[in-house]
């Protein structure tokens, strides 16, 4: 998890256009790690702040931590708006854990969450590594937020998902870890590493409009693929054509928290 390419215009389509969590998400959070104004909860790979700052109004304090520099400048900008002033905005991957730890120490977190961003790291070492870093009854919580955009059963998604591959060239089938198989790997991960594990799932419908699905089809790519400024017009008028006879388009999400508490 370091140079993904999430970086400049990405950022801001990013911070835009990516929802957000419900608050049953960060009430799940709380109730399982029993965290309180005294805990500390660290976000690791927290692009813009989508899952930091709610968590940030439940605690002493969250610290922002992912690799690309502009996702932390735009959670900044977002903490500042919303006069959130108790997370630490940190530049650093899952291979940087060891270092944070040292300077930490052991048993110093509530804890750690990972807001679909699991399928950049390296779980193998990852979560015995945050074994030793959160204290006993904390955790971590791999949330996963949703079916990508492209990959739903809807006819607006498949009419999407058309449009996208036969630009690619390609099919897209890549789940950002929101598929069963993936989620049932990360818990046999956090179980082998010791965590008792507990699954939440928690589902709504949102109504989206074509803009809104341009803006997450944009945030999605890395900026060494998005169209170039000249032919973004271009490529949102072939989303919103492709997308017109399917309206109204809603979106049932299924919100997945799971959870390795450490006994």
Do not use: K
């Amino acid at each position: 998890m370091t140079d993904l390419g999430f970086r400049g215009e990405v950022a801001d389509y990013y911070q835009r256009y990516r929802r957000g969590y419900p608050d049953e998400v960060i009430d799940a959070l709380t109730a399982v790690f029993g965290l309180t104004g005294d805990d500390v909860v660290l976000d690791l790979g927290c692009g813009t702040g989508q899952l930091t700052l709610p968590l940030a109004a439940r605690v002493r304090s969250v610290i922002g931590m992912d690799p690309e520099p502009d996702m932390l400048l735009a959670g900044r900008r977002a903490a500042a708006d919303q006069g959130t002033t108790n997370v630490n905005w940190l530049i650093g991957a899952d291979s940087d854990l060891p270092a944070l730890g040292a300077l930490l120490g052991a048993g110093s977190l509530g804890a750690v969450t990972i807001g679909q961003a699991l399928h950049w790291m390296d779980r193998d070492t990852l979560f015995p590594m945050l074994s030793s870093l959160v204290r006993p009854g904390g955790g971590v919580a791999v949330v996963t937020n949703g079916t990508p955009l492209w990959l739903q059963e809807t006819d607006w998604s498949r009419a999407l998902r058309a449009l996208l591959e036969h630009r690619r060239g390609q099919r897209l089938t890549r789940t950002c870890g929101s598929d069963e198989a993936t989620r049932r790997a990360y818990h046999a991960d956090l179980v082998t590493a010791g965590f008792q594990t507990e699954t939440t799932e928690i589902d709504y419908s949102d109504v989206l409009s074509s803009d809104d699905i341009v803006g997450g089809v944009l945030s999605a790519l890395p900026v060494d693929r998005l169209p170039v400024p000249a032919d973004r017009p271009g490529f949102a008028e072939e989303i919103h054509r492709a997308l017109e006879p399917h309206a109204p388009f809603v979106e049932e999400v299924t919100v997945t928290v799971l959870t390795g508490r450490r006994g």
